[in-house]
């Protein structure tokens, strides 16, 4: 099983951007499809972006499409999530998730992943 470690996060005015990291440790991190959720206070958990095994495609949410950028570090095992162009809508803990095995139409369901971290806590103030 692979651990997860999410850093990155903080407090950000609109309009600025944070780049979160997440550190995988325990398991093959090149074999496993990576991606972000996050869930804002009274909100369920929504799928953020996804990034296939070996690097072989990335996926985002409609919401933060041309704002967020996912990218990969197979060597240091490392998961990143760029984010620009911050709203407040934004603000919520982010999370970074694993799965050894997804189909592209699964890839943005919480229940695909079976490896979670403890999340990081981004806040976009107005």
């Known amino acids: 099983q692979v651990q997860l470690v999410e850093s990155g996060g903080g407090l950000v005015q609109a309009g600025g951007s944070l780049r979160l990291s997440c550190a995988a440790s325990?398991?093959?991190?090149?074999?496993?499809?990576m991606a972000w959720f996050r869930q804002a206070p009274g909100k369920e958990r929504e799928f953020v972006s996804a990034i296939r095994k070996y690097g072989g495609g990335t996926y985002y949410a409609d919401s933060v499409k041309g704002r967020f950028t996912i990218s990969r570090d197979n060597a240091k095992s490392t998961l990143s999530l760029q984010m620009n162009g911050l709203k407040p809508e934004d603000t919520a803990v982010y999370y970074c998730a694993a799965s050894s095995s997804t189909i592209t139409s699964t890839l943005g369901r919480s229940r695909s992943y079976a490896n979670w971290g403890q999340g990081t806590q981004v806040t976009v103030s107005s």
């Open positions: 325990g398991g093959n991190f090149r074999s496993y499809d």
